[in-house]
């Protein structure tokens, strides 16, 4: 049995399965400090027997960096002089995202050129300086970036190892593990990563303590942006790699529910329409850069586009849906629910599309606004799909999450909507199936003759860390190989990408 938790702006979904059966789905309302909401959801499956393993998708971290709170006190270290003098650190950030963090840039000595040619030595005198500074500012968090450190990774793990001497007990974060290639997005995505170590560990903790709390001894795990699992303490190192598990969760659930490896997922929850494709039964993912509250990134990121209508989307004149929403008080300021506010779960109660609250409270609205407004989302949502094709085949679209009531069951120019059984807690299912992933992305030297071993090198290696993650050994299996040649690099050199996803094994997680 393992339980899958999904946590959305507006609901908390849980569901109890067992292999791919749903046993019991609940939802509850999201809570303001989350973690209440989510134990209030796990309480609602009225739990009978064993849980092998528990999977949560949750909002905290992504909550945390819009709303300019609880982020640690940062450092950003960049290795580079005498060059990039001219953008330093924070220099592109929200001024309350940099006063939140209380920003601090420092420009050192290292980094390296685009073909690994090294631009400046490491100079330690100068980092211990730095980090002498970083203790008087009582600074709780470092961020470490180099000039193409993915090509090149020395400067960066000799910078955390002397940084790491001179602030014990100090989180750092190093840009190469987190970003890719591009130096301001990549250092940006090591920032907001750093700045929520100390939350990490807060949100980690207390979400044991909940599970204790309500007798679940399983291991617990949350789901990454690629759809895969990642382990406690990989959460602690890594927070960012939670931010698009909400839209990541539902597409892969969508793809078991359906049956589907290759369609358009609509995710409609009460707040925000998230549009995805599926590849392979993985989403397609951002090949971009990402901009998360504001902040230019490019760490591994799904590609989904994500418009402000949903179930408790403000209805305002002129038939405009969104995007501002009510939010998890949707119970409150609904017609349906004895409020004040005209928002979308009204229009679908009058519409005959659900049956929620009081029906009698919206059987005064006038059918003709109730038609326009249904026909402005749904041509809304058509152009959203539309804009995320990459080809004129056709593109099954599949509709997930409680608010895609709110579609027809035909979109313009996309065909029949499909929605399959337990559609509404699509995002909480995905997190309860999640596999556990390995990644490889680096820059290797191809040799004449050697383009196959280090291919098989390699895919071994995915496989390992997968296995290292704890999937099972022989449900592992290779899912994406890109090969990309970089012919401004000497040497015949080729970027690999390689991803392997397995099954979880309880015995071999906990062995890991």
Request: hydrophobic residues 45%.
């Amino acid at each position: 049995m393992r339980i899958g938790i999904d946590v959305g702006g507006t609901n908390t979904d849980a569901v109890l399965m067992d292999g791919d059966r749903v046993v019991a789905a609940v939802k509850r309302n999201t809570s303001k400090d989350v973690t209440s909401g989510i134990v209030s959801a796990i309480a609602g499956l009225e739990l009978q027997g064993p849980v092998h393993a528990v999977m949560i998708g949750t909002t905290h971290f992504i909550n945390a960096l819009v709303e300019a709170d609880r982020l640690a006190p940062t450092a950003a270290v960049r290795l580079g002089l005498p060059a990039t003098t001219a953008l330093p650190p924070f220099v592109d950030w929200p001024d309350p995202l940099v006063e939140a963090v209380s920003g601090r840039g420092y420009l050192c000595h290292g980094g390296h050129e685009f073909d690994g040619r090294t631009i400046s030595e490491l100079d330690q005198d100068e980092l211990r300086r730095t980090a002498e500074d970083i203790r008087a500012r009582g600074i709780r968090s470092v961020a470490i970036s180099s000039i193409f450190s993915p090509v090149n990774i020395e400067f960066e793990e000799r910078a955390a190892q002397i940084l790491a001497e001179e602030l014990p007990g100090v989180p750092i974060s190093l840009s190469h593990e987190i970003g890719r290639i591009g130096l301001l997005e990549r250092e940006n995505a090591t920032i907001v990563n750093a700045a929520l170590r100390e939350l990490a560990d807060d949100i980690v903790d207390g979400l044991g303590q909940a599970m204790a709390g309500l007798g679940i001894a399983a291991p617990l795990y949350l789901s990454q942006n690629d759809g895969t699992l990642m382990d406690l303490e990989f959460a602690r190192r890594y927070p960012v790699a939670t931010f698009a598990s909400g839209p990541t969760n539902s597409m892969r659930g969508a793809a078991v529910l359906s049956g589907l490896g290759t369609c358009a997922v609509v995710d409609i929850g009460g707040t925000t329409s998230d549009v995805g494709v599926l590849n392979a039964g993985f989403p397609r993912e951002a090949t971009a850069e990402v901009t998360v509250a504001g902040i230019r990134t490019n760490f591994r990121m799904p590609d989904v586009l994500s418009i402000g209508i949903g179930g408790g989307s403000r209805v305002h004149p002129g038939h405009r849906v969104g995007p501002d929403s009510v939010g998890y008080r949707l119970a409150e300021h609904a017609l349906v629910f004895g409020g004040s506010t005209l928002t979308a779960t009204d229009i679908a109660v009058a519409a005959g599309r659900a049956d929620i609250g009081d029906p009698s409270l919206v059987s005064h609205l006038d059918k003709e606004l109730v038609g326009a407004v249904l026909e402005r989302i749904a041509d809304d949502v058509a152009e959203a799909v539309e804009r995320m094709r990459t080809s004129p085949e056709p593109l099954p679209v599949v509709a997930v999450g409680g608010g895609s009531i709110l579609l027809p069951d035909e979109l313009a120019g996309c065909g029949e909507v499909r929605r399959p059984e337990h559609y509404a807690v699509a995002n909480a299912i995905g997190a309860a199936i999640a596999q556990v992933g390995g990644e490889v992305d680096r820059i290797y030297t191809v040799a004449p003759g050697r383009r196959e071993k280090i291919l098989d090198e390699a895919r071994q290696e995915a496989v390992d860390r997968a296995i290292a993650g704890g999937a099972r050994p022989r449900s592992v299996d290779i899912v994406e190989l890109d090969e990309i040649p970089l012919p401004y690099l000497p040497g015949d050199a080729i970027r690999i990408k390689v991803k392997a996803v397995g099954e979880l094994s309880v015995e071999e997680a906990a062995h890991a």
